[in-house]
């Protein structure tokens, strides 16, 4: 599966943001499915993920203001970003994995073995 991140952006704190991440090749309709961020220095880190069956999980700081979803039709992953923080910045990266449609553990990259080139997001005070 090859996956392709829309351009992120800069915006002000406060600001929202749709990320979306097209999916291509051998695409199934089972998969996991999620967001990582990765900052300088730092470990890349899972912001959300999702199931082919609608399950979702989201980091604590992603909670109540970022929301992941897919499209099947369209084989596209999106993660809507809002009331941003500074905290959000980073590259922001999506992965998947067609082999699975249980993702307990959805948080870790060694979990999937396709990830999108990356999009930079950058938040200011």
């Known amino acids: 599966v090859q996956l392709v991140e829309s351009v992120g952006g800069s915006l002000h704190a406060g600001g929202s943001l749709r990320l979306s991440c097209l999916a291509s090749?051998?695409?199934?309709?089972?998969?996991?499915m999620a967001w990582f961020r990765q900052t300088p220095g730092k470990k890349r880190e899972g912001v959300a993920g999702?199931?082919?069956?609608?399950?979702?999980g989201y980091a604590d700081s992603a909670k109540g203001r970022f929301t992941i979803s897919t499209d099947k039709v369209k084989n596209t992953l999106y993660l809507e970003m809002n009331s941003l923080e500074p905290g959000d910045s980073g590259m922001y990266y999506c992965?998947?994995?067609?082999?699975?449609?249980?993702?307990?553990?959805?948080?870790?990259?060694?979990?999937?073995?396709?990830w999108g080139q990356g999009t930079q997001v950058t938040v200011s005070s």
């Open positions: 992965a998947a994995d067609v082999s699975r449609w249980v993702c307990p553990l959805w948080r870790y990259p060694s979990e999937y073995t396709s």
């Open positions: 090749g051998h695409t199934e309709f089972n998969y996991c």
């Open positions: 999702i199931s082919s069956y609608g399950s979702t």
